[in-house]
C-alpha cells in the first residue's frame, strides 16, 4: 500500500497550513530522509523529509490551506501500481487558499538534510526562497555555527538549492567562504544586505548601495528598503515606513494569527495588571560596569536582559506564575523558559530563553542577542519558539510609563518594561534623585490570585534594587 504524506503539525497552537513547494515533482522518486515539500503556516516555515522511499504523488497543489494530519500525497513503493490520477484530495480548511509569503514569520528548514549530497562551495550569493529567505537546514546553520562559517556565503547543493550540512563541511574544510564585504553607501561594492531587503530593492528599482543600513552591523534589512521607497530617501534612518491613510490592510498570515491568539487569550481567561515601581540605581550601576568589562568581547547587556534574569529567578520561588492553567488542573513547569517579545513590521513574535534561571547574564545576553537578530532576519528555528512558560515585553525604548500586556496563552503571566525615568526618593527630609521603573504585570487569575502575584512582582523587584544578587 502507498504511505500517506501528512500535513504535519507544528506548535499546539497550529490550526492550519499548507504545501507552499514540493521539493519532489510529481511522479518523480524520493529517498527516505531527503525533503519532500516545505510547509507554511500562520507564523512557522518549514522543510519535511520523507518517511519513506519511493515514487511521489502529490494529493494537493501548492497553496491549498488545510488543517494538520490532511494527506498531501502518497509515496508508493517499487513494484506498486501508480495511478495517473488520485482522488480524495482533503477540502481546503478555509475560503482563504493562498497566502501572501510575506505574512508570515518564516523559519528556514528543520529537516535532516540528506547525507549523501556532494558539496560545492562558491561566492556567488546562495539560493533564496520566494519569501527572501536563505535555503538552508537547521543542521547546517548549527554547523556553520559551530565552525565559524558564513553560511550565507556558501552554494547549496540539497533540493532546490538548500545549503545542508555537506555543504558547510565542505567550506570549513576548503577554507573556501567568502567574507562578506563592509558596508559602503553610493559607491563601491554591494553593501552587506539581508536576501529579503536586496529583492525588495531590486523589485522598486532602489539602488541597494545608496541605502544606511540600520541592522546589525549596518546590514541593510528590509524596513531599510521600505523606508526609502515611501520616503525617497536613501538613509533609512528616521524615515517611518508602514500603511498609508486610505489604505485597506488584509487581515491574513501573521496579523489574523495575533488577532486571533490576542482576542482568544482575553476571552478565555481572567486577566488582570498590576504596576510596581522600582529603583533601578544600582541596575543602571551594575549594566554600566558589565558593558565596559565585556566590550571586547562584543556582549551588551541591555535593562530588559536584567529584568529577565530576574523574572526567571524570582519564578524559581514562585512556581504558581510559572504554570498553565488546564480547566481542571493547574499544571506547574519543570522548566523556567522566558519568552522574549520581538517586534518585526509584519507583527510580533516570541522567540524563547530556554533555561534563563541557569543562565548567567552574559549568555543570557548572547541568547537574546542571537534571538532578536534571528527574528528579524526570519532566521528562527523551531526550537527557538517552542517550550515558553512566561514572556517579558519590552516598551520602555518607547517612553512608555505603564501598558497591560496581554498573556501569551497557555502561560500564566507576562511582566511589561516600561522606560527608566528620573524619579524622587527621601532621605529624611531630603530629596534624592533617582533612576525608577516600572514594572506591569498581567497574570492570569483563574491560576493565581492577586496576594501571590503581588508577592512575585515584590519578589521581582527586589532583585533589581539588589541586582548583584542575579549575578550569583
Known amino acids: 500500500m502507498p504511505k500517506e504524506i501528512y500535513l504535519v503539525k507544528v506548535g499546539m497552537s497550529m490550526t492550519e497550513g499548507m504545501v507552499s513547494e514540493w521539493f519532489v515533482q510529481d511522479g518523480s522518486q524520493v529517498k527516505k530522509g531527503e525533503l519532500v515539500y516545505a510547509l507554511e503556516t500562520e507564523k512557522v516555515n518549514l522543510d519535511v523529509d520523507a518517511d519513506y ?61 540528506p547525507e549523501t549530497v556532494s558539496a560545492s562551495v562558491a561566492a556567488s550569493d546562495p539560493v533564496v526562497s520566494q519569501d527572501g529567505h536563505i535555503k538552508s537546514s537547521p543542521a547546517a546553520r548549527r554547523l556553520a ?52 531587503a536586496k529583492r525588495l530593492a531590486s523589485e522598486r528599482g532602489i539602488d541597494i548601495r545608496s541605502i544606511q543600513g540600520t541592522g546589525p552591523g549596518g546590514r541593510i534589512v528590509q524596513s531599510d528598503i521600505e523606508n526609502a521607497a515611501v520616503t525617497g530617501v536613501s538613509t533609512g534612518a528616521a524615515a517611518v515606513s508602514g500603511p498609508r491613510a486610505g489604505e485597506r490592510i488584509p487581515v ?23 504596576d510596581m515601581e522600582v529603583n533601578m540605581d544600582d541596575v543602571v550601576k551594575m549594566r554600566t560596569s558589565l558593558v565596559e568589562e565585556w566590550a571586547n568581547e562584543g556582549v551588551k547587556p541591555t535593562y530588559t536582559d536584567i529584568v529577565i534574569k530576574a523574572v526567571a529567578k524570582a519564578l524559581r520561588a514562585h512556581p504558581m506564575m ?4 488546564l480547566g481542571s488542573e493547574i499544571a506547574l513547569m519543570t522548566e523556567i523558559n522566558v519568552g522574549m517579545a520581538v517586534a518585526l513590521p509584519e507583527g510580533l513574535i516570541v522567540p524563547v530563553v530556554r533555561n534563563a534561571d541557569q543562565l548567567p547574564i552574559k549568555e543570557l ?19 527557538d519558539y517552542a517550550g515558553g512558560t512566561f514572556t517579558v515585553t519590552a516598551l520602555g525604548m518607547y517612553g512608555v510609563d505603564s501598558f497591560t500586556p496581554i498573556i501569551n496563552e497557555p502561560q500564566t503571566g507576562i511582566m511589561g518594561v516600561n522606560r527608566i525615568f528620573d524619579g524622587v526618593e527621601w532621605n529624611g527630609d531630603k530629596p534624592v534623585k533617582t533612576k525608577k521603573m516600572n514594572l506591569s504585570l498581567t497574570w492570569d487569575h483563574r491560576a493565581v490570585d492577586g496576594a501571590p502575584a503581588a508577592e512575585y512582582l515584590v519578589e521581582v523587584r527586589n532583585l533589581l534594587q539588589s541586582p548583584y544578587r542575579l549575578l550569583v
Open 252 to 274: 491574513k498570515g501573521m496579523r489574523k494569527t495575533i488577532a486571533s491568539r490576542m482576542h482568544h487569550s482575553l476571552q478565555e481567561s481572567a486577566q488582570l495588571t498590576m
Open 145 to 196: 555555527k559551530e565552525l565559524g562559517v558564513d553560511y550565507t556565503r556558501v552554494a547549496g547543493s540539497g533540493p532546490g538549492g538548500r545549503i545542508v550540512e555537506a555543504d558547510v563541511q565542505a567550506a570549513s574544510q576548503r577554507d573556501a567562504v567568502v567574507p562578506a564585504a563592509p558596508a559602503e553607501i553610493a559607491t563601491g561594492p554591494e553593501p552587506k544586505a539581508s536576501p529579503l
Open 365 to 383: 545576553a548572547k541568547e537574546t542577542s542571537r534571538l532578536a537578530i534571528a527574528a528579524r532576519e526570519g532566521a528562527l528555528g523551531l526550537d
Open 322 to 325: 510559572n504554570s498553565q492553567f
Open 53 to 113: 522511499s519511493g515514487t511521489v504523488k502529490h494529493l494537493v497543489e501548492v497553496g491549498v490551506t488545510l488543517e494538520p494530519g490532511d494527506v498531501v500525497g502518497y509515496i508508493f513503493e517499487a513494484g506498486e501500481d501508480i495511478p495517473d490520477t488520485l482522488a480524495g484530495a482533503p477540502a481546503a480548511a478555509s475560503a482563504e487558499t493562498k497566502r501572501e509569503p510575506e505574512a508570515t514569520a518564516p523559519v528556514p528548514a528543520v529537516a535532516a538534510a
